[in-house]
């Protein structure tokens, strides 16, 4: 259990190639230099990033996080964690002390506050400052959702039980159906990340969009990849202004989410995120006029590599495995992460899934917990796409301390404590709340297809 938790807490950068499948063309830390000499580059590094500094540091960590439900919160005496790219962490980003008590909102937070009024899963929201002081100084640990496919699979094996033998064959025959239709896209990504295919960059973005909505996973590392370019190479006066604070923008990906995707605003779900060539240079232009330059040949690479890093097991080799006509004793060897994101996001689509929501997540976040205990970490970072500013409270932290307050957001756009909560974190999930926000038009499509010819 903790190897797969070990991974997912592994930057896809590193030196090390322990965690990454033979074949690969490039060597393990080419990535990481690349990145790390882009014009924000320095943000990656803990000397470079204001929240890796504080993370580090072992003194108090001051939080904003948002809720809709504060009644509920002060009657129950309880914080809950939530699911997502913190998998069972209560999303916060940094608030950093003024002299006077304010407290300066991370350029993350400001989107957050300000956009409250205009997004459905925002709107009339309350602000509260969370203060995390954890029991000793310990080395910031980010967690890539990106890396969590063994840990999805291993919860889908174990509680498979609880689907119907209706339900559990029409998981599995998608997860299958969405393999086949997609394995020209996903074979030419391990040919370009082992150097046997180097398509052009259009043609291979309009592939990567056309094969989105039969395969939403692959919206997921788009967007990643897409954000990463973004946040690394803009050179825009805001970008400078927020990398001299130690922080990476944040506006420029929410811009391109609520921008490249229809309803963004109600339920974010990158899955819809499938722009082909010509619109993300638009998009990204629209962003920052001539930023999209270099977008499409670093996007075609990186998401080429991030793909075979993050969707093959270790012992496979990226030069020889081919998806086509891949069985799914064949996936579970040596596909093994790509299964379980499948298994995982095709649960999710059930009509019953609601009810089975704390069964299968539940126990994939006490595990994250356990980890993160016994590593010591009170307060893990979203690294999907580098420290950019998502942090998590962990509620089981068995000796950080917790303090909670109501704040309210001056004309200055700092926020300032008003009344403590008594409040502590909870070792458990809010209730899946978004079953009836999904925009189903791609789901209906992809459940009335023709059948896929392996």
């Not at 350029?107 to 997004?119: A, M, S, V, W």
């Not at 609520?258 to 309803?263: C, H, K, S």
């Not at 075609?300 to 991030?306: F, K, T």
Request: hydrophobic share 40%; glycine share 6%; net charge neutral.
């Amino acid at each position: 259990m903790h190897a797969d938790w070990d991974l997912a807490h592994t930057n896809l950068d590193s030196p090390t190639g322990a965690h990454l499948p033979a074949g690969l063309t490039t060597a393990p830390d080419h990535w990481r230099q690349r990145l790390q000499h882009a014009p924000n580059g320095h943000l990656l590094r803990p000397d470079g990033n204001a929240m890796l500094t504080a993370l580090a540091s072992g003194r108090p960590l001051s939080l904003l996080h948002l809720t809709r439900s504060l009644d509920v919160v002060r009657t129950s005496g309880h914080l809950l964690a939530s699911t997502g790219c913190l998998v069972g962490a209560i999303y916060g980003s940094p608030l950093t002390p003024l002299p006077g008590g304010a407290l300066r909102p991370h350029n993350l937070g400001t989107h957050l506050l300000d956009t409250r009024p205009d997004l459905d899963s925002r709107r009339d929201s309350i602000p509260l400052v969370i203060e995390i002081t954890p029991d000793r100084p310990v080395e910031a640990a980010g967690l890539d959702y990106l890396r969590l496919g063994a840990v999805h699979l291993r919860a889908f094996d174990r509680h498979r039980h609880a689907l119907t033998p209706a339900e559990d064959e029409k998981v599995a025959r998608s997860v299958a159906d969405r393999v086949r239709a997609a394995a020209p896209l996903l074979n030419l990504m391990l040919d370009l990340a082992s150097g046997r295919s180097r398509p052009e960059t259009g043609l291979f973005l309009d592939r990567l969009a056309a094969a989105v909505p039969v395969m939403p996973y692959l919206g997921y590392l788009y967007f990643e990849t897409v954000a990463e370019y973004l946040m690394l190479h803009s050179t825009s006066t805001a970008t400078k202004t927020y990398a001299g604070l130690g922080e990476m923008n944040n506006h420029l990906y929410k811009q391109l989410a609520l921008t490249a995707v229809a309803g963004m605003g109600t339920l974010f779900d990158l899955g819809r995120f499938h722009p082909g060539h010509r619109r993300l240079l638009q998009l990204v232009d629209a962003i920052e006029p001539g930023l999209s330059e270099a977008a499409a040949g670093f996007v075609r690479d990186r998401l080429s590599h991030r793909f075979t890093a993050t969707a093959l097991a270790p012992t496979a080799d990226a030069s020889t495995f081919s998806f086509t006509a891949a069985t799914t004793d064949e996936l579970r060897t040596s596909a093994t992460p790509l299964l379980g994101q499948l298994l995982f996001r095709e649960v999710r689509l059930l009509d019953r899934y609601p009810q089975l929501y704390h069964l299968f997540e539940q126990e994939k976040a006490a595990e994250a917990w356990t980890y993160w205990n016994r590593r010591s970490i009170s307060a893990p970072f979203n690294s999907s796409c580098g420290p950019k500013g998502e942090v998590g409270v962990n509620p089981a932290a068995p000796l950080a301390r917790v303090t909670v307050w109501t704040a309210e957001q001056c004309s200055r756009g700092l926020l300032h404590p008003t009344e403590q909560v008594v409040v502590v974190p909870a070792p458990r999930l809010v209730p899946w709340l978004v079953a009836q926000l999904r925009d189903r038009t791609e789901e209906e499509r992809w459940n009335n297809r023709s059948p896929v010819q392996a």
